[in-house]
């Protein structure tokens, strides 16, 4: 009779642990995991993936320049933030924050001749691209939304 009533508590044990992580998931599965991204990081993995035809003409500090403008970008968008703090605000109203990869190239080809930095578009291309592959990589963007 013992063996009866410890089966029958674990069950129920078992079945309380059970509702309440699928009740989690389940609350879960509509946020956005938060991600952290380390522009050090960044620069060094989009350096290394850039194609050698563009890696021998742009330095390290041309490739953090890059990131920064994108940075600015998203940030413009109200897409960043700092360490610890809430993203978005009021104005998110439960949507999620979109921007375009082609938003991303022209801000930062912009902000290329605006400044005369020297650096090509198609450079500027490249690096955006590397950087936004390396973002989806680590989390911080998602798919085109359709």
Same mark, same amino acid.
């Given at each position: ?6 089966v ?18 389940? $609350? =879960?599965? +509509? ?6 991204l380390? *522009?050090? @990081?960044a620069?060094?993995? #989009?350096?290394? %993936? ?12 041309d ?22 703090? $809430? =993203?978005? +605000?009021?104005?998110v109203d439960?949507?999620?924050? *979109?921007? @375009?990869?082609?938003?991303? #190239?022209?801000? %930062? ?18 690096i ?10 680590i989390?911080?963007v ?5």
């Amino acid at each position: 009779m013992v063996w009866l009533i410890a089966v029958l508590g674990l069950l129920l044990i078992v079945g309380i642990a059970v509702v309440a992580v699928a009740r989690v998931s389940v $609350e =879960l599965e +509509g946020t956005i995991a938060p991600a952290l991204l380390e *522009v050090d @990081d960044a620069v060094e993995v #989009v350096a290394e %993936a850039l194609p050698y035809e563009v890696s021998a003409v742009v330095s390290h500090d041309d490739v953090q320049t890059v990131v920064g403008w994108v940075l600015e970008f998203f940030e413009e968008l109200g897409m960043s933030s700092t360490y610890g703090e $809430e =993203l978005g +605000g009021d104005w998110v109203d439960g949507e999620r924050a *979109v921007a @375009d990869e082609i938003g991303a #190239v022209d801000y %930062a080809v912009a902000r290329s001749v605006e400044t005369d930095s020297g650096l090509d578009a198609i450079h500027v291309t490249v690096i955006v691209d590397a950087l936004v592959s390396y973002l989806r990589d680590i989390g911080a963007v998602g798919d085109e939304v359709r």
